[in-house]
């Protein structure tokens, strides 16, 4: 079987695993899942227990989730593409490092502006966190403009999947209103670069559902109760 990366949206992290995909040139078929409707339904149960996007049904129909896993899951079998690496290497132990800071350090510096947003909460109660998130969102793009130190990419001269789990994220920051990119050079270049990138606007196109055309060998969309019959019918 293709497989079938689960995306989340609006906004969801899985931005990245779909531009991952898209530079790799492998086949692969997208399900979209509607937030917060669909993502915590007992529907989407089966495919993810703890409702969360994004998740890949691998060829054999198991089903893995968490991007760490899914970025590592694809750069391990497109090595041949340049996206993996030995795991005695360097750039390995790079990129993990890298991936590692981007889900707990800027990935998770917003989440006071999700929870803000997305429940129901007093107004000086909604203020607060939303400071509190601010303060967050501003020192975890300080740290991640130093560890970028001066490369043209988050590794290097090379792109890779932290830089495509990067342009997920680094969106949020345009959809909260947070900070000012212009204040931090390196990684605002880096963010105008990726902007620039097919694989970059066919993830944001197809968030948006306009016509998109892939650099990849993206088979198109299949609906959440047809992936689930795939899932049943290779257990």
Not at 57 to 83: C, Q, Y
Request: net charge negative.
């Amino acid at each position: 079987m293709t497989p079938i990366l689960f995306y989340g949206v609006p906004e969801g992290c899985s931005f990245g695993s779909i531009v991952a995909l898209e530079w790799t040139g492998a086949p692969y078929r997208l399900c979209r899942v509607e937030m917060p409707g669909v993502v915590s339904s007992e529907a989407y149960r089966p495919v993810n227990p703890v409702g969360e996007t994004p998740s890949l049904m691998l060829p054999d129909g198991r089903v893995m989730s968490e991007s760490m896993a899914i970025l590592n899951h694809i750069a391990a079998r497109t090595m041949d593409k340049g996206f993996g690496f030995d795991p005695k290497s360097e750039k390995f132990d790079r990129l993990n490092q890298m991936l590692a800071f981007l889900n707990t350090g800027f990935f998770n510096a917003f989440s006071p502006l999700w929870h803000a947003v997305e429940h129901e909460l007093e107004p000086q109660a909604k203020e607060a966190l939303r400071a509190y998130g601010i303060a967050k969102v501003e020192k975890a793009h300080a740290h991640l403009e130093k560890l970028i130190n001066g490369r043209k990419w988050l590794l290097g001269d090379e792109k890779s999947f932290a830089d495509a789990y990067f342009a997920g994220i680094a969106r949020w920051n345009d959809f909260h209103q947070v900070v000012d990119r212009k204040k931090f050079p390196a990684l605002n270049a880096l963010y105008e670069r990726l902007q620039e990138d097919p694989a970059v606007s066919f993830a944001w196109v197809i968030e948006h559902q306009e016509e998109a055309r892939t650099a990849g060998r993206f088979l198109g969309h299949v609906s959440l109760e047809e992936a689930l019959g795939e899932i049943r019918q290779a257990a």
